[in-house]
Nanobody, 125 residues
Framework: QVPLVESGGGLVQAGDSLRLSCAAPGRTFSSYAMGWFRQAPGKERDFVAATSRSGLSGDYVDSVKGRFTISRDNAKNTVFLQMNSLKPEDTAVYYC??????????????????WGQGTQVTVSS
């Protein structure tokens, strides 16, 4: 098991920024590809961003490209999601996920093995 604990969510106005963190205690953090997903009320869980074990590779859903940045600090066992220029449509519960099976797990939720409990992000207009 890889416990994942998200933090950093909150209520902000459109145009503001937030940085989400996902802590994964354990010395094997660098062995996991990491991703961020989000789920808005009444909708399915959708891919947001992913990064490889090293942090050198990454991808984003088109709607957040240029606004969100995923990064990781393997020394601190933490992955981040910097969210700038937030929009009301970014409102959702954000989940981080870890994959032990892949160097880079991509956008499919079923490629991830472990999930955090989620952190709420609410963007008001």
């Amino acid at each position: 098991q890889v416990p994942l604990v998200e933090s950093g969510g909150g209520l902000v106005q459109a145009g503001d920024s937030l940085r989400l963190s996902c802590a994964a205690p354990g010395r094997t953090f660098s062995s996991y590809a990491m991703g961020w997903f989000r789920q808005a009320p009444g909708k399915e869980r959708d891919f947001v961003a992913a990064t490889s074990r090293s942090g050198l590779s990454g991808d984003y859903v088109d709607s957040v490209k240029g606004r969100f940045t995923i990064s990781r600090d393997n020394a601190k066992n933490t992955v981040f999601l910097q969210m700038n220029s937030l929009k009301p449509e970014d409102t959702a519960v954000y989940y981080c996920a870890a994959s032990g099976r892949h160097y880079y797990a991509g956008s499919r939720a079923d490629e991830y093995d472990y999930w955090g409990q989620g952190t709420q992000v609410t963007v008001s207009s």
